[in-house]
């Protein structure tokens, strides 16, 4: 029996220290609120709090324009391998901008660090986002690493409007609780870090 399975059998094994504790309401009283206001409003308004900036575009060319002129001059960009875009990995290479796709475990960890350190840039896509915080999800998966949003200076967010719900509370009772089952870890990213606790 491993050290965990003892902990945790040991865990099942005594009562609830607290007899006389009440049960878990049926609903909660949201952390955060909201009217009758427009997500993408009150989402643009939370992020430009927090020194960002959120480009609202009509369709996909618009946006594939949008991120090729935020990269402008640089020709190297950090991102995941299938960016939720359509077109945008084509655009990159009629522009000459390489795309590299972080490998930074085990052996190749300090070797992917090393390599993705000089690239100012990080495109990822957001698996949802949340109006009333100005906060993005993102799960990570086989094909969705984190180095892309947490190591590059510049990270571009790619988000559907359809993926903005009004808190995190909403997108919990929709797919949150199976992206955490199905998931190593979510990034809860509000705004750029504004401490010096990420290398």
Excluded at 18 to 30: K, L, W, Y
Excluded at 77 to 101: C, F, K, R, S, Y
Excluded at 140 to 157: C, E, F, N, W, Y
């Amino acid at each position: 029996m491993s050290s965990r399975d003892q902990i945790l059998n040991d865990l099942r094994a005594h009562n609830a220290p607290f007899e006389d504790a009440r049960p878990h309401p049926e609903s909660f009283v949201p952390v955060t609120r909201i009217s009758n206001e427009d997500l993408l409003t009150r989402f643009t308004a939370e992020l430009t709090e927090r020194h960002a900036t959120v480009h609202a575009v009509s369709d996909h060319q618009s946006a594939v324009a949008t991120v090729l002129d935020l990269i402008g001059a640089d020709r190297k960009v950090v991102a995941w391998e299938n960016l939720p875009l359509p077109g945008l990995t084509d655009a990159l290479a009629a522009h000459q901008i390489g795309v590299m796709i972080p490998r930074a475990r085990h052996d190749y960890r300090l070797a992917g660090l090393i390599e993705t350190d000089p690239i100012r840039m990080g495109i990822t896509g957001a698996d949802a986002a949340f109006a009333t915080t100005g906060t993005l999800a993102l799960v990570t998966r086989k094909d969705q690493g984190r180095l892309p949003s947490l190591m590059p200076p510049v990270h571009i967010a790619l988000l559907r409007r359809d993926r903005l719900f009004p808190r995190l509370e909403d997108w919990f009772v929709v797919e949150g609780r199976a992206a955490l089952k199905e998931s190593r870890s979510i990034a809860l990213v509000t705004g750029p870090s504004s401490t010096g606790d990420i290398e």
